[in-house]
């Protein structure tokens, strides 16, 4: 396996093989107290190496062949990315049933945390704050969809893959479910994977992978991040399970500023705020071929972040100033809003053809 230390040029530092022994002597020997989580496919466990840097050590639990696929592809494609947004990976440890990936250490948790934790959130500069990881994540995804060669597809993009740093910078995570491009468009995938509540429809219709997927996921977490809502809520009525689908409802009776998170209300200037619910409505439409392209998505976001940190970009602004900060030229199409399907909250959907 030794010669296996040759992989990875992208990871900036270098891809190390680490041994059993020093993973063990990292964590205490795995031990309960330095657990950071757990998950579908293992544990991950914080360490510290001997030159003291702090890591995450992903101990998976599986075993199948289908299983060893997943966990390869991540460190392929994980090796191969250096971007200040993507979680590094530093290494492996593959002479064992039971293989390990060694990531660098993030310390501020999931952006689901950070929505939904209760804490964090509550600064006078937090509509800034999410504007700001919404674009490096998007920028993320967009350098992995137009940069990376072969382009690569997340497949699992949620508010839960995605890692905030200690200056709450983004970096997306959780690349098991992750594909290389294929050459052939008409290449169709045999299973499905994905989180309810984030998971494109045309996707789980079609069982083919696509760029438009990420844009349709990444526009979920868009309006995660906007309402603090989550995706998929059982308390109500059926037709109000999906956060998608309300919104859709309240975006045709243009009534959709009720749903947003109440600091968004306040801070956002109306222009901004027509402009990002155009932006998330066309990143969760229904057909595949209206989404923006990441690339696109990551430009709007940018720019939106600096329409909101300029004055004019508050509310009472003059709404011609607002056009010539956003792109008078912006064009966009009606909305045509369509049901989503409710599928169960936090679940991981697979489907075998």
């Given at each position: 396996?030794?010669?296996?230390?040759?992989?990875?040029?992208?990871?900036?530092?270098?891809?190390?093989?680490?041994?059993?022994?020093?993973?063990?002597?990292?964590?205490?020997?795995?031990?309960?107290?330095?657990?950071?989580?757990?998950?579908?496919?293992?544990?991950?466990?914080?360490?510290?190496?001997?030159?003291?840097?702090?890591?995450?050590?992903?101990?998976?639990?599986?075993?199948?062949?289908?299983?060893?696929?997943?966990?390869?592809?991540?460190?392929?494609?994980?090796?191969?990315?250096?971007?200040?947004?993507?979680?590094?990976?530093?290494?492996?440890?593959?002479?064992?049933?039971?293989?390990?990936?060694?990531?660098?250490?993030?310390?501020?948790?999931?952006?689901?945390?950070?929505?939904?934790?209760?804490?964090?959130?509550?600064?006078?500069?937090?509509?800034?704050?999410?504007?700001?990881?919404?674009?490096?994540?998007?920028?993320?995804?967009?350098?992995?969809?137009?940069?990376?060669?072969?382009?690569?597809?997340?497949?699992?993009?949620?508010?839960?893959?995605?890692?905030?740093?200690?200056?709450?910078?983004?970096?997306?995570?959780?690349?098991?479910?992750?594909?290389?491009?294929?050459?052939?468009?008409?290449?169709?995938?045999?299973?499905?994977?994905?989180?309810?509540?984030?998971?494109?429809?045309?996707?789980?219709?079609t069982c083919q992978?696509?760029d438009k997927s990420?844009?349709?996921?990444?526009?979920?977490?868009?309006?995660?991040?906007?309402?603090?809502?989550?995706?998929?809520?059982?308390?109500?009525?059926?037709?109000?399970?999906?956060?998608?689908?309300?919104?859709?409802?309240?975006?045709?009776?243009?009534?959709?500023?009720?749903?947003?998170?109440?600091?968004?209300?306040?801070?956002?200037?109306?222009?901004?705020?027509?402009?990002?619910?155009?932006?998330?409505?066309?990143?969760?439409?229904?057909?595949?071929?209206?989404?923006?392209?990441?690339?696109?998505?990551?430009?709007?976001?940018?720019?939106?972040?600096?329409?909101?940190?300029?004055?004019?970009?508050?509310?009472?602004?003059?709404?011609?100033?607002?056009?010539?900060?956003?792109?008078?030229?912006?064009?966009?199409?009606?909305?045509?809003p369509q049901d989503?399907?409710?599928?169960?909250?936090?679940?991981?959907?697979?489907?075998?053809?």
């Open positions: 396996m030794r010669s296996y230390s040759g992989v990875a040029g992208g990871g900036g530092g270098g891809f190390k093989i680490f041994s059993e022994e020093e993973l063990k002597k990292a964590t205490n020997n795995f031990a309960a107290d330095q657990i950071l989580g757990r998950g579908g496919h293992g544990i991950v466990y914080r360490g510290v190496l001997e030159d003291k840097t702090i890591v995450a050590i992903k101990k998976s639990k599986m075993m199948e062949a289908t299983e060893t696929k997943e966990f390869a592809r991540e460190m392929l494609i994980l090796s191969q990315i250096n971007h200040r947004n993507v979680v590094k990976l530093h290494g492996c440890f593959l002479e064992v049933e039971v293989p390990m990936l060694v990531y660098e250490y993030v310390s501020n948790g999931t952006l689901y945390h950070y929505i939904h934790g209760g804490e964090g959130l509550d600064t006078n500069k937090a509509l800034d704050t999410r504007l700001r990881i919404a674009a490096e994540s998007a920028e993320a995804l967009s350098y992995m969809h137009s940069s990376a060669s072969p382009p690569i597809l997340h497949g699992d993009v949620k508010t839960a893959s995605i890692l905030l740093d200690g200056t709450l910078t983004a970096k997306v995570s959780d690349f098991g479910a992750s594909k290389l491009q294929p050459s052939d468009e008409a290449e169709i995938a045999t299973l499905v994977q994905g989180t309810c509540g984030y998971l494109d429809p045309e996707y789980l219709m992978l696509t990420d844009v349709y996921s990444f526009g979920v977490v868009l309006l995660e991040l906007l309402t603090r809502k989550k995706v998929l809520c059982f308390d109500g009525p059926e037709e109000d399970r999906s956060l998608v689908s309300r919104f859709t409802t309240v975006v045709k009776a243009d009534q959709h500023d009720k749903l947003l998170d109440d600091q968004v209300r306040t801070e956002m200037g109306p222009e901004a705020l027509e402009e990002v619910t155009h932006l998330v409505m066309h990143c969760v439409g229904m057909i595949r071929e209206e989404r923006p392209s990441m690339k696109q998505v990551a430009e709007e976001l940018e720019a939106l972040r600096r329409y909101h940190r300029h004055p004019w970009g508050q509310a009472g602004a003059d709404p011609e100033e607002g056009q010539s900060l956003l792109g008078e030229e912006q064009q966009h199409d009606t909305f045509r989503v399907l409710d599928l169960e909250e936090g679940s991981t959907y697979i489907f075998s053809l």
